[in-house]
C-alpha cells in the first residue's frame, strides 16, 4: 500500500471561500455528492433522498461552551484562557496564551470579577495545557463571561449569531470547544424529512478539544500525535447501531467526531472514556458506512480521515471539484457526503 506524507494532504485554497459566516438558514448549504465516481452538485435539503428507509443517522450531541476567557497577571500583563476541561469542583485545563507564563500559584484577574488560580501544567509537568482553580462553577462563568471559542481561520469577533448558529438545534451535554461543523447543516424540517423517509437517528458525544485544529508538523505523519478527547456511545445508540445492521440499514455518521467515537467504541469495546485515534489511510473502518461533512484545512487530520474513509484520489478529486465550484469552507462553510471505499 502506498505510504503517505504530510504534504499529500495540501491544498492550495483562495481565501475567500473560507466561510467567515454561516448560510442564512441553516439547511440552505450546498451539499457535494461524493457517493459516486463522480461529484453531484445538490443541496442540503436533498439529504433524504440520498439515504434510504433503515438506515442509521449518527449525531454528536455535545454542546459547545463558550470557552474563551480574558483576564491579566498580576503585574498587568494580559492573557487568553481556552478552557478545554471541567474537572472535578472548580477546576478546569486550559489553553493560555500569555507573552510570559506566570509561576505556578499565581492568582489570575479574570474579566467578570472572578479569579484563576494556576496550579500547574496538565496531564503531567512537561503538558501542554495547565490546570485551573476558578473562584466559582466554572460553568457558570463561562456561560456568564465567556465568549464563542470560534475557529482561528473565523476573523470576526464572536456575536450573538455565533452563539445561535456554532451549536447545533440538538446540543445536549456542554463540554465542546469547537461545534460538530457537519450537524450545523441540520433544522426542523431536514429531521422532520428524515423522519418521515423512515430514516432512524440516535446520538453520542464527543467533547471536541481545541486540539482539532493543532497543525501536524511532521512530515512523517505516523510521527504526529493526537489529542485526547471524551466520548461516549449511550446504550441506547448501541442498540440503534445493532438494530440497522439486522435490517440491513447503514450507519452515517454526521461529521469526523462521531466517526471517532464510533470507531473508538468499535476498536476497543470501551463505550466511554478518553480517545487519541489518529485514522489514516489504511485503517480498516469497523462500523461507519457513510461520512457527512464539512470540507477541512490542508495537511490537518481531518483531510487523513476523510481520505482513509473515502479513498485518498477520491478525495483529492472531490476538493478540486469543490474549489473550481467555488463550494465555502470549514466551520461555516458546506456539507459532502461520502461513501466508504470499499475494502
Excluded: C
Excluded at 455528492?33 to 443517522?57: E, H, I, K, Y
Excluded at 458525544?205 to 500525535?225: D, Y
Excluded at 445508540?237 to 470507531?263: D, F, M, P, W
Excluded at 483529492?316 to 465550484?325: D, F, K, P, V
Amino acid at each position: 500500500m502506498r505510504s503517505y506524507t504530510l504534504g499529500d494532504f495540501d491544498f492550495a485554497l483562495p481565501p475567500e471561500l473560507i466561510a467567515q459566516h454561516p448560510a442564512p438558514e441553516r439547511s440552505a448549504s450546498r451539499l457535494l455528492d461524493g457517493t459516486g465516481s463522480q461529484p453531484v452538485d445538490r443541496g442540503f435539503r436533498d439529504l433524504p433522498s440520498l439515504l434510504a428507509p433503515g438506515d442509521l443517522l449518527v449525531f454528536n450531541d455535545t454542546r459547545v461552551v463558550k470557552a474563551r476567557l480574558f483576564g491579566e497577571k498580576p503585574s498587568g500583563g494580559k492573557l487568553e484562557l481556552l478552557v478545554e476541561r471541567v474537572l472535578q469542583g472548580r477546576e478546569v485545563v486550559a489553553h493560555m496564551k500569555v507573552s510570559k507564563k506566570p509561576p505556578v500559584g499565581t492568582v489570575l484577574a479574570m474579566h467578570g470579577d472572578f479569579t484563576a488560580r494556576l496550579l500547574g501544567r496538565w496531564p503531567d509537568e512537561f503538558g501542554a495545557l495547565f490546570r485551573f482553580e476558578f473562584s466559582d462553577e466554572p460553568h457558570a462563568l463561562m456561560e456568564q463571561h465567556g465568549h464563542v471559542p470560534l475557529p482561528p481561520y473565523i476573523e470576526h469577533a464572536d456575536s450573538a449569531e455565533d452563539e445561535r448558529r456554532y451549536q447545533t438545534v440538538f446540543a445536549r451535554h456542554p463540554g465542546a470547544v469547537a461545534a460538530p461543523t457537519a450537524a450545523l447543516h441540520f433544522d426542523e424540517p431536514v429531521l422532520a424529512a428524515l423522519q418521515a423517509r423512515g430514516i432512524e437517528r440516535a446520538s453520542v458525544t464527543l467533547h471536541v478539544g481545541a486540539g482539532t485544529f493543532q497543525p501536524v508538523k511532521t512530515e512523517n505523519i505516523a510521527e504526529h500525535r493526537m489529542h485526547s478527547e471524551w466520548y461516549d456511545v449511550p446504550a441506547a445508540t448501541q442498540e440503534a447501531i445493532a438494530a440497522a445492521r439486522r435490517r440491513g440499514g447503514r450507519i452515517v455518521a454526521v461529521g469526523t467526531t462521531t466517526v471517532r467515537t464510533l470507531e473508538s467504541w468499535a476498536g476497543s469495546g470501551q463505550a466511554t472514556g478518553d480517545t487519541s485515534i489518529f485514522i489514516t489511510p489504511g485503517y480498516e473502518f469497523r462500523l461507519v458506512d457513510r461520512l457527512l461533512t464539512n470540507f477541512h484545512l490542508p495537511r490537518s487530520t481531518l483531510m487523513m480521515l476523510v481520505s482513509a474513509f473515502a479513498g485518498y484520489e477520491h478525495v483529492m478529486a472531490l476538493y478540486r471539484h469543490a474549489i473550481e465550484a467555488r463550494y465555502r469552507f470549514f466551520s461555516y462553510g458546506d456539507a459532502m457526503l461520502l461513501a466508504r471505499q470499499p475494502d
